[in-house]
């Protein structure tokens, strides 16, 4: 088991232009969720899938940011474009249906948008 | 408005005693809770956690005692180990709701000095 797959692992890019950041969930796991990590919010939930379908995007913070999930074992979170405030940590989570409750992470990508 | 809250953004304790981290929530429908670890450049982890019809739960040197009158969860750690420097956070789930999706606290920064 590889666990949740981000790539990149690091990406800084000019204002205005467009990331992607990817995941790719573990498994057998049928709930991907988008997470951003910053010093004064926390961990934020932006956006969660079930079977690849979008279920909550309510925390996606404007329409520059959009997430996509074409088949079960990825998916992509995108800005365009891209503002200094979006930098952050971004991380992909997957989880299984079923009694247990908690999420496997991964590494994260750290976005500066410079 | 937000519904978990760590008051405490960083916490320093000596190696060998103990460390106790807070974490308080506001929606009455959160029924399962967990803590989570994060060491630089990783995601977070899964450390523990506690369903709401107990009031504590232990796991080695870490317990996890919840307070549903006051709406208030802590993590004990003793005795704390230098390696148990990390950020800490708190998460909640609610009862209902097809993915339960997790709602977590700003984090707390546990440095053990050695």
């Known amino acids: 088991d590889a666990g949740v797959i981000q790539s990149p692992r690091h990406e800084v890019t000019e204002m205005g232009q467009e990331v992607t950041l990817r995941c790719k969930p573990i498994?057998?796991?049928?709930?991907l969720f988008w997470y951003r990590q910053t010093m004064m919010r926390g961990l934020e939930l932006l956006i969660y899938?079930?079977?690849?379908?979008?279920?909550?995007d309510s925390g996606m913070p404007e329409d520059r940011f959009s997430a996509k999930m074409p088949n079960a074992s990825f998916s992509t979170l995108k800005i365009q474009p891209s503002e200094p405030r979006d930098s952050a940590v971004y991380f992909c989570?997957?989880?299984?249906?079923?009694?247990?409750?908690?999420?496997?992470f991964g590494s994260g990508t750290r976005l500066t948008v410079v | 408005d937000q519904q978990v809250k760590q008051n405490s953004p960083s916490l320093s304790v000596q190696e060998g005693r103990i460390s106790i981290l807070n974490c308080d929530y506001t929606?009455?429908?959160?029924?399962?809770f967990l803590w989570y670890k994060k060491y630089p450049a990783e995601g977070p982890t899964f450390l523990i956690s506690?369903?709401?019809?107990?009031d504590k739960n232990e796991d080695g040197r870490f317990t996890v005692f919840l307070n549903k009158s006051a709406k208030h969860l802590s993590l004990h750690i003793v005795p704390s180990q230098p390696g148990d420097s990390a950020v800490y956070f708190c998460a909640a789930s609610p009862s209902s709701g097809s993915a339960r999706q997790l709602t977590f606290g700003s984090g707390t920064q546990l440095t053990v000095l050695p």
């Open positions: 929606n009455s429908m959160f029924d399962y």
């Open positions: 498994s057998g796991h049928d709930y």
């Open positions: 506690i369903s709401s019809i107990k």
């Open positions: 989570a997957s989880r299984r249906t079923g009694p247990s409750r908690g999420y496997t």
């Open positions: 899938f079930n079977n690849n379908v979008p279920i909550d």
